[in-house]
């Protein structure tokens, strides 16, 4: 089993930065990034969960379009830790942060995709509230 800890989120002003940060432990010990990947989810109230970025088995990142220039991912294997960087926030935001990872081969963009249960990814945090005043 994996365990996977979010850390980072707050309540903060339009136009502000946050650093999320994913911790992994347990099973990932040892794991090889080549066959894993990682993503930062999240889901807004009455809305799907949707991928906000995300960085493939073959160490590629990808960003979804409407965070794109403001967000960005970044996974150090050492330190079993995933991050992300979100600047110039917006109300829009607002919502609940999931960092998530699987271990399969994917590109980022792949790995983006998620769909409302969660498929393809095996393991979930507990997620971390950014909450967006305009």
């Known amino acids: 089993q994996e365990q996977l800890m979010e850390s980072g989120g707050g309540s903060v002003q339009a136009g502000d930065s946050l650093t999320l940060t994913c911790v992994a432990s347990?099973?990932?010990?040892?794991?090889?990034?080549?066959?894993?990947?990682m993503g930062w989810f999240r889901q807004a109230p009455g809305k799907e969960r949707e991928g906000v970025a995300a960085?493939?088995?073959?160490?590629?990142?990808s960003v979804r379009g409407s965070a794109a220039g403001r967000f960005t991912i970044s996974r150090d294997d050492a330190k079993s830790t995933l991050h992300l960087q979100m600047g110039s926030l917006k109300a829009e935001d607002t919502a609940v942060y999931y960092c998530?990872?699987?271990?399969?081969?994917?590109?980022?963009?792949?790995?983006?995709?998620?769909?409302?249960?969660?498929?393809?990814?095996?393991?979930w945090g507990k997620g971390t509230l950014v909450h967006v005043s305009s």
């Open positions: 998530a990872a699987v271990g399969v081969r994917m590109t980022a963009t792949q790995a983006l995709a998620v769909t409302p249960t969660g498929i393809p990814y095996h393991y």
């Open positions: 960085v493939g088995s073959d160490g590629s990142t």
């Open positions: 347990g099973a990932t010990s040892g794991y090889r990034s080549s066959s894993r990947c």
